[in-house]
């Protein structure tokens, strides 16, 4: 059976459609469509100014689309988080003062419709030895923690998180995505904006790149990474280095020289690594490898700005 665009929308997690929002002169968001589905975690990536923010609050029915569609579970955002299936972790807005944590998370508890224990909730955050002290005590990191805390007072089938790990140590931020590892494992949708890219290539089942508001690319990191259509070649030079030389080598996307060690992205290594040799330079440690995520990230952004400039 077929499935319809009115089937796929009732049926996905999330499902933005042609979606624009502007702010005066500026379109933050470009005719997005989108969806997500049941027990993905997706991180969404781009640089400052992408849309990242106002797609979140599109989402969370913190702002309204000036034209398009956007639904959850296939209802209106604000259905969807009245009815519990939404918690939400943003870096905007304040959390209550003078106030203990468990008294913080107990509130959020007791508002959400399919609440957790308390006790539960501050053991899975890891803020359990804070339970007392006052939230205008916290530590940035553990402010995030209980950030946390409240986005998953209660049974939600889609938790989304807006920088998440901002502010926690090492540790912490290891602690934390063991933790959302485990409820997507119970099959919840976990969506994550982060600067952090390791993390996004480290936990995500999907990643979406976004570049002025529109998605420029949808797929598993290594889908990402290939997209990139580039790779690294790290070798070092004994001797002087003739660096005009080094720029003129075919295929090079950027070449980076630092003492004897050159570092080069390529759109095609084995041709490079070719008229390398043909240079009469012997590398030595030669090391050709996919680019990482952060790298695949920029070379797709600056070529998208390359095109539009």
Known sequence: MTMTA???????????????????????????????????TVA????????KSTTLDLLLGLKHADSGSVAVFGTSPREAIVAGRVGAMLQSGGLMEE??????????????????KVEDVLTRAGIGQIADRKVNKL?????????????TAGDSDLIVLDEPTTGMDVSARQAFWATM???????????????????????ADRVLV???????????????????GARSVRFDLEGAIDEAALHGLPFLTSIDVSGQTVRIQSSDADATVHALYGLGVYPRNLEVAGLGLE????????????KQS
């Not at 976004?210 to 990139?228: M, P, Q, V």
């Open 99 to 116: 106030v203990t944590v468990a008294e913080l998370v107990r509130l959020a508890c007791d508002l959400h419709p399919k609440r957790f």
């Open 44 to 51: 969404l990536l781009g640089p400052n100014g992408a849309g």
């Open 181 to 203: 590892r485990e409820q997507a494992d119970q099959g919840r949708t976990v969506l994550f904006a982060t600067h952090y890219l390791e993390e996004a290539d480290a936990i």
């Open 6 to 40: 009115e089937t796929a929308t009732a049926t996905a997690v999330v499902a933005f459609d042609q979606v624009t929002k502007s702010y005066g002169d500026v379109r933050a968001v470009d005719g997005l469509t989108l969806a997500l589905h049941p027990g993905e």
């Open 295 to 306: 790298q695949a990230f920029v070379a797709i952004t600056e070529a998208e700005e390359a």
């Open 139 to 151: 530590s940035g990191g553990q402010a995030q923690r209980v950030r946390f805390a409240l986005a």
């Open 210 to 228: 976004l570049h002025r508001g529109r998605l420029l690319a949808d797929g598993t990191a290594a889908e990402i990474k290939a997209k990139a």
